[in-house]
């Protein structure tokens, strides 16, 4: 007994400053501490993190296995088969992490979490990265995401025109109001930010301009 508790003091100090707590606020702008509100997808182009699930959002929602199930609520799920089309992109999100792989990549159901996802892999439809700003400069806790809609599998999982603001723009609108899946319920508030991304194509991958709108969700687990 005495040795246990030794052993637990022992343990606490450590435990302490490996956790940094989340910092109680939406999310840190990336820019401010050398990220970048657009992604690398390799030949110094990215593609735009252009919606970002609040800090201030539920916890059960804010971890990997958390957003997972609320995905699947408004209409997305892990790819076909687990297998993986293309190589992961990374963000700076000016956490203190530095540039970090995607944390998982997810793609539009059609209504069939199994499954459905095959069908998007075929036909195209929405998709999303997902990075999270959890570092010791910068722990929101935010969730962003780069949201596209692609191609259909002839062509080659590209974007399609206007590609990223159609793919915000859905997934929000599939997001906002009450959502529910795996016996969790999700209301979701919506709000458009600007002056995060700036309008056009600089920098941005495949050469497609966007409005420069970056949307707040902020999740709340009822
Ligand atoms: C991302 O993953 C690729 C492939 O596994 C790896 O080569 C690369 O170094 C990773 N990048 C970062 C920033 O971790
Ligand atoms: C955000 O902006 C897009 C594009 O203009 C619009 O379609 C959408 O309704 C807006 N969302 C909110 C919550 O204002």
Redo the contacts with the bound molecule.
């Keep these: 007994m005495v040795s246990f508790f030794l052993a637990f003091i022992a343990v606490l100090p450590c435990t302490y400053s490996l956790v940094t707590p989340r910092q109680g606020v939406a999310f840190f702008n990336p820019a401010d501490n050398g990220g970048s509100m657009l992604d690398n997808a390799g030949d110094e182009l990215g593609e735009p993190l252009n919606v970002i699930i609040s800090g201030l959002s539920s916890a059960g929602v804010l971890t990997e296995s958390g957003f997972e199930n609320y995905a699947k609520a408004i209409g997305f799920s892990t790819e076909c088969l687990g297998i993986h089309i293309g190589?992961?992109q990374?963000a700076n999100l000016g956490d203190g992490n530095g540039?970090?792989?995607q944390t998982v990549e997810l793609r539009q159901d059609y209504g069939d979490p199994d499954l459905g996802t095959c069908l998007e892999s075929l036909i195209g439809g929405n998709h999303l990265r997902l990075y999270i700003q959890n570092g010791p400069e910068g722990n929101s806790g935010a969730l962003f995401l780069a949201v596209s809609k692609e191609e259909d599998a002839a062509e080659g999982h590209t974007i399609v025109p206007d590609g990223y603001d159609i793919g915000r723009d859905e997934l929000s609108a599939a997001a906002i109001g009450t959502t529910s899946f795996g016996g969790v319920t999700y209301s979701t508030a919506a709000q458009n930010l600007t002056g995060l991304l700036p309008p056009g194509s600089a920098g941005v991958n495949h050469g497609i301009a966007t409005d420069g709108i970056t949307t707040l969700l902020t999740v709340t687990i009822v």
Excluded: I, K, Q, T
Aim: charged share 0%.
């Design positions: 190589g992961p990374s540039f970090v792989n």
